[in-house]
């Protein structure tokens, strides 16, 4: 063997030596410190009413009715990024809670919803657009001409209304230009609140005692005067009116936002809710056995059905069939019963 000895102890001086010193760690490209699952507990968070929602930043009400109310603007949570919120909801709120202009809080969580108002795009589609959360009134918004009323519209407002658990009230405007008596005789037998108001003639009075203590989704086809009349309601409101197409007969979409404006009057104070104008409402989300529940006075005489029984014009040993061919139900509530087997007939399926 040639050359130095493996054991020669200078056949290594020229390499390098290391210590801990020299190791070098990677660093997190997602910030210094490793993710955890552990959260905060937020013991500090505030609950507050989402008043509404602009390119992902909310408008929440801190301290309802006391003198520290005020109002803050928050984003969610990275946590919450698949979770809906919307207007009403009860929102749990971090972060820099003063309301001052440039700051900005952190919704956390959202308290368990009270009631939940919803609609999909058209019967089929089981996707569900959430539109109001803890909502326990609802006023449908129809105006007896220019548009001409939609009873069927009226059907599946009061439907998923009632599918909600929300109170359902009917305001008819326009009624100077229209008499309403046919249209609202389509709604005879029900256990509905109507009230009716000519252009210069709103009822607010009668409409405002209905809002106190509650928070009232305000619906409507477009056109119908929904804005006019919450800005009567809420001065402070500001919402856009627009006007009715002479040609197609259709509503211009005005209000392009769900909103909570707070109703104030001697009597006391309640909220109301302003919604987009639509011309369409999907049911595709809505349990079949909750339809029956909106014609109050069919129900009780579908209770004789036996079970499973569909209400639509074949089905075998129906009451409300038997009735309509009997003739003990009158025109009123043959047209009603119309309108239920139409809705029935969209999904199909056993009440």
């Known amino acids: 063997m040639t050359g130095a000895a493996w054991w020669d102890d200078d056949a290594d001086d020229d390499e390098p030596?290391?210590?801990?010193?020299?190791?070098?760690?990677?660093?997190?490209?997602?910030?210094?410190?490793?993710?955890?699952?552990?959260?905060?507990?937020?013991?500090?968070?505030?609950?507050?009413?989402?008043?509404?929602?602009?390119?992902?930043?909310?408008?929440?009400?801190?301290?309802?009715?006391?003198?520290?109310?005020?109002?803050?603007?928050?984003?969610?949570?990275?946590?919450?990024?698949?979770?809906?919120?919307?207007?009403?909801?009860?929102?749990?709120?971090?972060?820099?809670?003063?309301?001052?202009?440039?700051?900005?809080?952190?919704?956390?969580?959202?308290?368990?919803?009270?009631?939940?108002?919803?609609?999909?795009?058209?019967?089929?589609?089981?996707?569900?657009?959430?539109?109001?959360?803890?909502?326990?009134?609802?006023?449908?918004?129809?105006?007896?001409?220019?548009?001409?009323?939609?009873?069927?519209?009226?059907?599946?407002?009061?439907?998923?209304?009632?599918?909600?658990?929300?109170?359902?009230?009917?305001?008819?405007?326009?009624?100077?230009?229209a008499d309403p008596t046919d249209f609202l005789s389509h709604f005879e037998g029900l256990d509905l609140e109507v009230i009716t108001s000519a252009r210069g003639e709103m009822p607010l009075e009668r409409i405002g005692a209905e809002l106190v203590g509650h928070s009232t989704v305000f619906v409507g086809h477009s056109g119908v005067g929904k804005s006019t009349l919450v800005n009567a309601l809420v001065p402070s409101a500001l919402r856009a009116t627009g006007h009715v197409n002479q040609v197609t007969g259709r509503g211009r979409h005005t209000s392009s936002s769900t909103v909570s404006l707070r109703y104030t009057s001697p009597a006391g104070n309640g909220w109301v809710i302003d919604t987009p104008g639509v011309r369409s409402f999907g049911l595709g989300h809505i349990d079949p056995a909750n339809i029956l529940r909106a014609f109050t006075d069919l129900a009780e005489l579908a209770e004789q059905c036996p079970r499973g029984c569909t209400h639509l014009p074949d089905a075998p040993d129906c009451a409300l069939v038997e009735a309509l061919h009997a003739g003990r139900l009158g025109p009123t509530a043959a047209a009603r019963l119309d309108s239920l087997q139409r809705l029935l007939t969209t999904f199909g399926t056993s009440v």
């Open 17 to 177: 030596e290391y210590d801990e010193a020299d190791v070098r760690v990677r660093p997190n490209p997602k910030g210094n410190r490793p993710r955890t699952k552990r959260r905060p507990s937020h013991d500090d968070a505030v609950i507050g009413r989402v008043l509404g929602v602009d390119r992902g930043r909310y408008a929440v009400l801190l301290h309802e009715d006391t003198a520290d109310e005020r109002e803050v603007i928050a984003t969610r949570a990275r946590e919450l990024r698949k979770q809906p919120i919307v207007t009403g909801d009860a929102a749990r709120v971090v972060g820099d809670t003063t309301g001052d202009e440039g700051t900005l809080a952190r919704i956390i969580g959202i308290e368990e919803r009270r009631t939940l108002l919803r609609r999909s795009a058209d019967d089929t589609d089981q996707v569900e657009r959430v539109i109001v959360a803890n909502a326990d009134q609802m006023l449908v918004v129809v105006a007896a001409a220019d548009p001409e009323p939609r009873a069927r519209l009226v059907d599946r407002y009061l439907v998923a209304a009632l599918d909600a658990g929300i109170r359902p009230l009917l305001v008819v405007t326009k009624t100077d230009l």
